[in-house]
């Protein structure tokens, strides 16, 4: 199974395609779109344009994002929902199944505890993924670790 996990965000969102064959979870290509400071449904425009052009270059099964929780900022994650919005369109335009995790159960997934730190998270992402550093920035670590959550929880529950 082809997985896409989105760290989303405004700004920058953290993206991964990883395949899972039987119990092994292969990292096929990841990365990062940054927006440019312009107006928000530009920027929407473009995270809109590049998922949709991943989505047709590696062809996932499932596309995955975090599940935004209300922080204090709540500007903050007006712009987050904004971009998530039009993530989850580019799934439903692709006809792909769509999942979404919230960060404890990433957490609990990748770590084996919900409230690890990100720097148990990188650490365990490299070291499930045996990749030879820590995927950089924060926002393409963050997606491995969405990406391996679905990986492992569609393994026991069944999904495909």
């Known amino acids: 199974m082809r997985i896409l996990g989105i760290d989303p965000g ?3 969102v953290g993206w991964a395609v990883l395949d899972r064959q039987g119990s092994r979870m292969l ?3 990841y990365g990062l ?3 440019p ?3 928000t449904p530009l920027r929407l425009h473009q995270i809109y344009s590049e998922v949709t052009a991943i989505v047709a270059k590696h062809s996932p099964a499932v596309l995955v994002t975090e599940r935004l929780l209300f922080t204090v900022n709540k500007t903050t994650a007006m712009d987050v929902a904004k971009a998530i919005g039009v993530v989850q369109l580019a799934a439903v335009m692709a006809e792909l199944e769509f999942m979404e995790y919230s960060p404890p159960e990433i957490k ?7 409230n690890a730190d990100k720097k148990q998270v990188q650490f365990m992402v490299t070291k499930l993924l045996s990749l030879k550093e820590t995927p950089k920035p924060d926002d393409v670590a963050d997606a491995l670790a969405i ?3 679905h990986a492992l929880r569609s393994r026991v529950s069944g999904l495909r």
């Open 10 to 12: 405004l700004e920058r």
């Open 27 to 29: 990292p096929v290509e």
């Open 33 to 35: 779109i940054l927006t």
């Open 37 to 39: 400071r312009i107006a």
């Open 108 to 114: 609990q997934s990748v770590v084996g505890v919900g």
């Open 147 to 149: 990406a391996i959550t």
